[in-house]
C-alpha cells in the first residue's frame, strides 16, 4: 500500500458505450482479466480528443468495428473510484488516477454480429475481452464489477428510454455533437 491520498488525485477522463441492436439489446463483453465480469466498451479519451471522437475508436479497439452511430448522450459525466487493489498494486493506473470520469454515449449497431471481433487487431493495448453477448439493458448492473454498479445504474436509467424505443421498432431522431446544434 502506498501513502497516496485518492483524493488528492485526478480522475482519468474517459467514454462509455452503449451499444444497442435492432431489438434494444447492449453489448457487453467478459473481461479477460476477470472471468465472470461483464461491462460494456470503455476507454481513455486522448489530449484534444472530442468525447464522441474517442467513442468511436474505443468501439473499433475494443470490439474491432466502428459501424455505429451515436444516438444519445448523457447530460452528465459519471464518476467512479477505483478501489485500493486496483489502484495500487499491480493496478493498470499504478497510483496516477483516483477513478474515472466518464462521458457515456448510446449508440445504434449498424453492423453484423460477424463484424464484432475481440482479436486486438485494432487495439494499441492487449485485448480486453474473451467473448461478447447482447443482454437487456437493466441486467448490466448485476453483470458489472461491484465498484462501477452505481455508475451502470444511472447508464440503465437514463438510456433505458432508447432500448426501449428500439424495442418497439420506433424511429430515433439523429443525434449531433453540442458545437454542431
Not at 139 to 161: D, S
Request: with cysteine.
Amino acid at each position: 500500500m502506498t501513502n497516496i491520498d485518492p483524493a488528492q488525485l485526478p480522475y482519468r477522463l474517459g467514454v462509455g458505450l452503449c451499444l444497442f441492436n435492432r431489438k434494444g439489446l447492449v453489448l457487453c463483453a467478459e473481461r479477460l482479466d476477470r472471468p465472470g465480469a461483464w461491462q460494456m466498451p470503455q476507454g481513455g479519451i486522448q489530449k484534444n480528443e472530442e468525447p464522441h471522437i474517442a467513442a468511436l475508436r474505443e468501439l473499433k479497439e475494443e470490439i474491432g468495428t466502428d459501424k455505429a452511430e451515436i444516438i444519445a448522450m448523457l447530460p452528465e459525466k459519471l464518476r467512479y473510484e477505483f478501489p485500493d487493489w486496483l489502484q495500487y498494486r499491480d493496478g493498470v493506473f499504478r497510483g496516477k488516477y483516483r477513478g474515472q470520469e466518464q462521458t457515456w454515449f448510446a449508440l445504434r449497431y449498424l453492423g453484423e454480429d460477424s463484424d464484432i471481433r475481440l482479436t486486438n487487431e485494432h487495439e494499441p493495448e492487449h485485448p480486453e475481452f474473451s467473448s461478447w453477448r447482447w443482454a437487456k439493458l437493466s441486467e448490466m448492473p448485476k453483470l458489472i464489477v461491484e465498484f462501477k454498479r452505481p455508475v451502470y445504474k444511472q447508464v440503465a436509467g437514463g438510456f433505458l428510454f432508447i432500448s426501449e424505443a428500439l424495442e418497439r421498432g420506433d424511429k430515433l431522431p439523429p443525434w449531433r455533437p453540442r458545437n454542431q446544434i
